[in-house]
Structures are given as C-alpha cells and as structure tokens.
C-alpha cells in the first residue's frame, strides 16, 4: 500500500528554522496535511491543502510542496513547537488516506 | 462546541470482540466524514479508514480493511469501530476525528478529534 516518508528527528535551537519533509509519489496529484501531536495528547491539524493555516494556528508554521514532496516550516522555533509532526495524504486515485512515518522535532 | 468524545479504556482477551465509540456533538453529523486511526505504543499515526454518515460511504485502508468495521448511527450522532475477533497486536490508542469540509468531499484536514480510546489486549 502507499507509503509517505519523513526524516525520523529534526533538531532545532529556539528561534531558528526547523523544516520537515514528506516524500511520497502522489503528492504531486494530492494535498498534503500536517498535524502536530505533543505526547498524551490528539494530534492537531496545523496545515491544510499544502499550504493552507486553520484559524488559531500561528504564523510561525508554514507549508508548501513542490513534486513529490511537502514540506512543513517552523520559522522562529519555540520551546512548546517541540512536538510529533505528521503529514497527512492521499493515494493516487483518493480513495484512502494515509500518515507520514513521523518527525520528532526537539528544541535544542 | 464541536466535540468528539470517546468510550472508555477497554481491556479485552484476544479472541474477544469490541465495539468503541465516538459521540459527536456541536455539528450536522451526517454531512462530514469521520474517520478513525490508530497509534500502537510508541510508534505513529495509522489512517484505517473512514465514513460519510449520510449515506454510510465507508472507505478503509488496505491495511484494515476486512480487519475492522467503521460504522455509525446518524439517530444518536455516534461512529464506531468495530472487532470481530481481537489479537494482541490490536492493543493501541484509537482516535476519532471529523473532517472538516462539510458535503460529501474527503479533501479537507482532520479538524476535531476525539480524545482517543486505549484498547489492551491481553491473555
């Protein structure tokens, strides 16, 4: 079945830039998502259709995807960014959706 | 307030079946999909499937699929996720969560979980 890869760990120091890939081969036909999950807690959706920001959610977090990769900003990382952070996509035909394998981020 | 709030921590036999739910409220039910997934200790998010409760369209992942059944109550706005037959490799924290578009598209992020349900199987 389809499979969205990221890079297990990404270590930044606060107020510096953090970005996190998601490679997977129909990103060029599907939007990604990206959820942020902090241990004990629901994961919470962050980005929505590549690029888009939910209300509440802060600027400092940004998406873009460009072929068959997505990719999550953290610009100006704060202590509390540090997190899980998953992308969220389709299959080729949209039929099912599945999760990236995950990225620890830790703030240095 | 839109929520989901889930059923309790259960604790099964492998073997055994289980129902868990997920009561929505604060929203029309029936006109956003909802869907659930799973994270087994320690590791990630697993997308196992999802359903459109006006007209009970259910989509799984190949990965569950034939593994669980989705389904869903538009009467009392409950979704469900159900075993026939529980192993342990099923011991994990299952959440619910809507999508957020309303209508009958899935292309929209997961805007509401619920606050997940651990499930342990054990002999």
């Known amino acids: 079945s389809y499979e969205m890869t990221q890079p297990p760990s990404v270590s930044v120091s606060p107020g510096q830039t953090a970005r996190i890939t998601c490679s997977g081969d129909?990103?060029?036909?599907?939007?990604a998502y990206w959820y942020q999950q902090k241990p004990g807690q629901a994961p919470i959706l962050i980005i929505y259709?590549?690029?888009q920001r939910p209300s509440g959610i802060p600027e400092r977090f940004s998406g873009s995807s460009s072929g068959t990769t997505a990719t999550l900003t953290i610009s100006g990382v704060q202590a509390e960014d540090e997190a899980d952070y998953y992308c969220?996509?389709?299959?080729?035909?949209?039929?099912?959706?599945?999760f990236g394998s995950g990225t620890k981020v830790t703030v240095l | 307030e839109v929520q989901l709030v889930q059923s309790g921590a259960e604790v099964k036999k492998p073997g055994e079946s289980l129902k868990i739910s997920c009561k929505a409220s604060?929203?029309?039910?029936?006109?956003?999909?909802i869907g659930w997934v799973r994270q087994m200790p320690g590791k990630g998010l697993e997308w196992m499937g999802i359903?459109?409760?006006?007209?009970?369209?259910?989509k799984y992942s190949p990965s569950f699929e034939g593994q669980v059944t989705i389904s869903a109550d538009k009467s009392i706005t409950t979704a469900y996720l159900q075993w026939n037959s529980l192993k342990a490799s099923d011991t994990a924290i299952y959440f619910c969560?809507?999508?957020?578009?309303?209508?009958?598209?899935?292309?929209?992020?997961?805007?509401?979980w619920g606050q997940g349900t651990t499930v342990t199987v054990s002999s």
């Open positions: 969220q996509s389709a299959e080729n035909r949209g039929t099912y959706r599945v």
């Open positions: 259709k590549d690029t």
């Open positions: 604060g929203y029309n039910f029936a006109t956003h999909w």
């Open positions: 969560a809507r999508q957020a578009a309303e209508g009958g598209t899935m292309e929209s992020g997961m805007d509401v």
């Open positions: 129909a990103l060029p036909k599907q939007y």
């Open positions: 359903l459109y409760p006006a007209d009970s369209d259910t």
